[in-house]
Every structure is written in C-alpha cells, then in structure tokens.
C-alpha cells in the first residue's frame, strides 16, 4: 500500500537509524495529528517485524 510505501522511504530518508539498529530497542512513534491511526499501525508493522522490542505511541492532536 501507499502508505506503507511511504512509511519505509522515510525510515531510508534517517540513514543514522538504519532498521537493523533498532533490533531489541525500544522506539517511540510520534505523530503531530492522530486520524485513524493507519500511520501509527503500518509503522508498529514494520518495527515489529525489524526487530523493535517495545512501540510506545503518542500524537499531539486527535480529530474528532
């Protein structure tokens, strides 16, 4: 999908965190406006599957 496609061109976009780094790591997701959460879900996928230990999200604005 698109915004999987897009999510993993900004993980490649930080080449000072390749995924392989992240492998037993905790990592925080942050996320300026919060709408269906599809961004938050598609990028825990992708840090799981990397390698990340332990996800925590947080957003800043949620619509309504």
């Known amino acids: 999908p698109k915004l999987r496609k897009t999510i993993m061109n900004w993980l490649k976009i930080r080449p000072e965190i390749p995924l392989s780094k992240i492998v037993g790591k905790r990592v925080v997701l942050i996320d300026d406006y919060l709408t269906s959460g599809s961004t938050f ?5 992708i840090l799981e599957n990397a390698g990340a230990l332990d996800l925590i999200a947080m957003t ?4 309504k």
């Open 41 to 45: 879900q598609q990028a825990s996928a």
């Open 60 to 63: 800043l604005l949620k619509a």
